[in-house]
């Protein structure tokens, strides 16, 4: 059904003068949970740079979360971002596939 979407909005796209050259830049990312890698932009992302990230995010929020810093504080709750994103895709994809 997402493929049908995304068919449907190519070729609305293509009928307002848009064409394939616009195709990459609005391609829907995905998730295989199969083989853990993530289609994105046009790259191949595998499940060994999600793991990087998300421990990079990880060590990262730990190092600054308890520190008494209004900057470190806020740099925090990006790290918390980057890693809940990373996540929701994840579990949302496997949620998904199950059902």
Sequence with gaps: ???????LIHSLAKS????DAQK????????NS?????Y???HVISRGTIEQ??????????????????GAKEMAMLYEVAME???MMVESTDTTEMS
């Design 53 to 70: 990230a998300k421990a990079y995010f990880t060590s990262q929020y730990r190092k600054i979360a308890e520190k008494d810093d209004e």
């Design 85 to 87: 994103a990373i996540n």
């Design 24 to 31: 990459a830049k609005y391609t829907s990312n995905k998730f």
């Design 16 to 19: 307002m003068g848009m064409g």
């Design 40 to 42: 994105a932009n046009g």
């Design 1 to 7: 059904m997402a493929q049908e979407r995304e068919d």
């Design 34 to 38: 199969e083989t853990g890698t993530i």
